[in-house]
């Protein structure tokens, strides 16, 4: 289904986790090999909506799957919305709602985790021990004027067992209170295109290859970013899914390790 690509076109690339790296906890088929390859092409950052773990825990998470990633090669929405933030306002008092590596992302990069009472901004990103008290929380913080800002608006999220509620469905909460967010800074927003391309060291978005399992998300976020971009077969979307669609990827490949063959002939 992949017609050549030349890989010296690209001196970046940016490869989606779920659906292209992994499906669960398992690597998918041939992709730890793949990724080598287009590191042995250029600079490789996996790049994620996923806000539950931080940089540092999912470099320690894929290489103990067989993928030879560091944390600084790794940007997620957590990891994003943490830079925004400084961008934004510097260091921010915050009231999250997110797990472990929504955290810890905000505190390393300089931000406050407070109660309600105190916080600038309301940040959400999956939690999957979201209780009723946290949206009383939320609200008494936005009744004061803070901020809201969604790490991701996903609505679902694939894991072993099946779709699971993503991010979008605790953000949809809030907006269910009369708070929509002010902005949502993962993928397709070029907020986190921008944060992934500087995390590169690649100047310009033309060198840089977008590989992932979504049209919505990795193939339009692309776009917009003025990136090219590649579909994979091997998460969410179904070949029949790409003909009904506007949203157009500059490749399609069965696969990561079929792109990176691809990439390599
Ligand atoms: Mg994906």
Redesign the pocket.
Known sequence: MTSKIDGKRYRAFLV?????LVRGSEPLPGAPEALRTLQERGQVVVFSNNSTRSRRAFAERLRAMGFPVRPEEIVNSAFVVAQYLRERSGPARVYAIGEEGLREELEAAGHTLTPPEEAEYVVVGLDRRFRYEQLAEALRALLRGAVFVAANADPVFPTAQGLIPGAGALVGALQGMGYPPQEIVGKPSPIAFRVALKATGVASPRECLMI???LDTDVEGARRAGMDSALVLT?VLRPEDLEGSEIKPTFVAESLAALARAIRS
């Open positions: 989606d986790l779920d659906g292209v992932g399992d979504r998460g």
